[in-house]
């Protein structure tokens, strides 16, 4: 499969930050992410949040993803899951035809 070499080339020293800040430090976690100049403060959000995730996926694994819930501060949380990995979030039949009405219900409850 070709395409999936496909993809722009990555700054080295930005994608290496990326993966030192986010991967190695947890920095999102631990509240010492700055973009702008402005702190990330995941506790800050307190609008409707929906979180959508793949059940097996390999790369961001469903705890991974599930564990926002506790970083958040909102009351209007919901989870989303789909039985398909990473790239099965972008290509599956029934991602394709399931998640469009259900982010469209979602924020049909929430006008």
């Known amino acids: ?3 999936i070499f496909d ?3 990555q700054a080295g020293e930005a994608w290496r930050q990326f993966i030192k800040d986010f991967y190695q430090a947890n920095k ?3 509240g010492e992410v700055e973009i702008g100049g402005r702190q990330v403060d995941l506790a800050a959000i307190d609008m409707p949040v929906l979180n959508i995730y793949a ?3 390999h790369l961001v694994p469903p705890a991974s993803s599930q564990a926002l819930a506790q970083y958040v501060s909102t009351d209007d949380y ?3 899951n789909f039985p398909v990995g990473h790239i099965g979030m972008y ?3 029934k991602v394709q035809r399931d998640l469009p009405p259900l982010i469209t ?3 049909k409850a929430r006008k």
Do not use: C, M, N
């Open 1 to 3: 499969e070709k395409w």
């Open 91 to 93: 290509v599956s039949g």
């Open 105 to 107: 219900d979602w924020l």
């Open 78 to 80: 919901t989870e989303a």
């Open 7 to 9: 993809s722009p080339d």
């Open 28 to 30: 999102l976690i631990t």
């Open 55 to 57: 059940d097996d996926d």
